[in-house]
Nanobody, 125 residues
Framework: QVQLVESGGGLVQAGGSLRLSCAAS????????MGWCRQAPGKEREFVAA????????YYADSVKGRFTISRDNAKNTVYLQMNSLKPEDTAVYYC??????????????????WGQGTQVTVSS
C-alpha cells in the first residue's frame, strides 16, 4: 500500500504561482504513473494532470493546460505540480494520486487508485 503526502499548498493572489509536492512511500514509485486531482467546495473531484512512470508523457485537463506543469523525480519518489498564472477558480483541495495499474498514464479519475490527504490551494482575486 503506497502512502502519498502532499505539501506546498497555501494562499496566493491571482496571477501568482505555487509548487505542490507529493512524496510517495515504497519501492514501486518509478513503475506507476502519477497524477493530481482537485476538489473545490461544493463540486466533484476533477482530474488536473498526469505523468507517465518515466516522465516521458504528460496529460492535462483543458482548464490548466499551458499554466500547470507536472513533473517527477523517481530518485526522490516525488511528483510535483508547478502552478502558474493562478486564477480564483483554481481554489481547491489538491490531491496526489497513483495509477491503478503499473506503467499506465491515467487521464480520468477512474484510472487512479491511491490518494493523499490533500493540500489546500486558495487563490484570492
Amino acid at each position: 500500500q503506497v502512502q502519498l503526502v502532499e505539501s506546498g499548498g497555501g494562499l496566493v493572489q491571482a496571477g501568482g504561482s505555487l509548487r505542490l509536492s507529493c512524496a510517495a512511500s515504497g519501492r514501486l514509485f518509478s513503475k506507476y504513473g502519477m497524477g493530481w486531482c482537485r476538489q473545490a467546495p461544493g463540486k466533484e473531484r476533477e482530474f488536473v494532470a498526469a505523468i507517465s512512470w518515466n516522465g516521458g508523457r504528460t496529460y492535462y485537463a483543458d482548464s490548466v493546460k499551458g499554466r500547470f506543469t507536472i513533473s517527477r523525480d523517481n530518485a526522490k519518489n516525488t511528483v510535483y505540480l508547478q502552478m502558474n498564472s493562478l486564477k480564483p477558480e483554481d481554489t481547491a483541495v489538491y490531491y496526489c494520486t497513483r495509477d491503478r495499474t503499473a506503467l499506465g498514464l491515467g487521464q480520468k479519475l477512474e484510472d487512479f487508485g491511491s490518494w493523499g490527504q490533500g493540500t489546500q490551494v486558495t487563490v484570492s482575486s
